[in-house]
């Protein structure tokens, strides 16, 4: 059975700490993974979308990266504001339709400052 | 990206009966969805919406219970009909913008939710 586990399920960090989280994840065929930020009481923000293994993309403070079995999201100096849930989310080449997406079930990033 | 607004944003609903919710964006997208996020976990994909077509219903989802509607390339409701305690839930709407071809791979786009509690 398909599989995307993120880790850690939460993470507390001191502003300016660097980190990362994890997203690992049991599928075949990977056509994507996705990353995405999600504030409380509203709906996730695309962040990244990642092809293929050793593919990097930035965007201010983060970074993602991906290897065949998992993505990780670098978090460098962060600030309060960087506070979220962070989402990754996988698709695949199935048998039917490409349509669908895995979500992970999500780290809960709090920076504290 | 698309802008995408959801409506009602949030509401409070008795059990046994039925809330549509509203999903607009702001150009023409290829396809359109709707989520279910419960209280503490991910989303969970419910159906695509087609336009001009029933919509496409995922594992354990039926469209007596989540009748959804597209009348066309901006547009989707989705209703939660006969409800209970256990379908309080914030509902996203998803849309992929690009041609329905070969970027399959292209992001999904969420709205900003509606937050149904059940009493």
């Known amino acids: 059975e398909d599989q995307v586990t993120q880790s850690p399920e939460a993470l507390r960090l001191q502003e300016g700490e660097s980190s990362s989280l994890n997203c690992s994840y049991t599928v075949s065929g990977l056509r994507g993974l996705f990353w995405y930020r999600q504030d409380p009481g509203k709906g996730p923000e695309f962040l990244f979308t990642l092809y293929s293994a050793g593919e990097e993309k930035e965007k201010e403070r983060l970074k993602a990266t991906l290897t065949k079995k998992e993505s990780f999201l670098h978090i460098t100096a962060p600030k309060p504001e960087d506070s979220a849930t962070y989402l990754c989310a996988v698709q695949i080449v199935p048998s039917g339709s490409a349509r669908q997406l895995t979500f992970g079930s999500g780290t809960q990033l709090t920076v504290l400052p | 990206s698309a802008v995408i607004s959801q409506k009602p944003s949030r509401d409070i609903c008795q059990r046994g009966t039925s809330l549509t919710i509203q999903c607009q964006v702001d150009s023409q997208v290829t396809m359109m969805f709707w989520y279910r996020q419960q209280p503490g976990q991910s989303l969970t994909l419910i159906a695509t919406a087609n336009q001009g077509s029933e919509a496409t219903y995922e594992s354990g989802f039926v469209i007596d219970k989540f009748p959804i509607s597209r009348p066309n390339l901006t547009f989707s409701t989705l209703t939660v009909s006969n409800m209970s305690p256990e379908d309080s839930s914030i509902y996203l709407c998803?849309?992929?913008?690009?041609?329905?071809?070969?970027?399959?791979?292209?992001?999904?786009?969420f709205g900003p939710g509606t937050r149904l509690t059940v009493l």
């Open positions: 998803s849309v992929k913008k690009g041609g329905a071809g070969g970027r399959d791979v292209d992001p999904r786009f």
